[in-house]
């Protein structure tokens, strides 16, 4: 899904200072709450959808206490290193370059396409201006791909670039574009899309080896039952089941 570029090297560093270890301690899920349907706050303030879910099935399973945490997006990765939430649960692409600062669990879904979303089929994708979330992977397939780039800090900026004409389509995952074309009829997905990501996985300081094999078990334990798969196909849908 989305890719965080981090310039200060030197968070890593702080990796030893992690508070909870999963012995007894409650472990802090950090989320960005804005990314629907992998994760989004309800009406009650409280943090919903796929991830909400996968998250605490995944803390039953490796007996663990667990509670939420949002954090805004730009930031994510380096809360984490400094110990103001165990594991990140966002929608979080494993990629080369997260894996030189955080670790990473098994993939708990396969990659998401990306596609884009626009108020008209007549857009010019190759020369015409794109909008992304900031630090994400498609931010970075737009600024390589001759198109201008327009970045906004959160999903909903994005989308609203397009339908005030700031924006002639915005880049962002499928999964979270076909709820919002289904929503409004001002929108559409164009037909094109682009695999630009990894599978998602939960993100993790170094230094927290007996925490990631713990969800790791739960990972895999939910693959084997079938219950990982039928989470996919109530939140989404169309992404590929493992």
Known sequence: MKTLILTTATLALTAGMALADGHGKTVRLGTEGAYPPYNFLNDAGEVDGFERELGDELCARAELTCEWVTNEWDSIIPNLVSGN??????????????????????????????????????VDLENGVIAAQANTIQASFIASSGAVLVEFATPEETVSAVKNGEADAVLADKAFLAELANADPELMLLEQNVMIGGGIGLGLRESDTELKEKFNVAIR??????????????????????
């Open 85 to 122: 939430y165990d594991v990140i649960i966002a929608g979080m692409s494993v990629t080369d370059e997260r894996d030189e600062v955080i670790d990473f669990s098994e993939q708990y879904t396969l990659p998401d396409p990306s596609a884009y979303l626009a108020t008209s089929a007549d």
């Open 221 to 242: 334990s939910m693959k084997e039952d079938g219950s990982l798969n039928a989470l996919i196909g109530k939140w989404l849908p169309d992404l590929e089941q493992f």
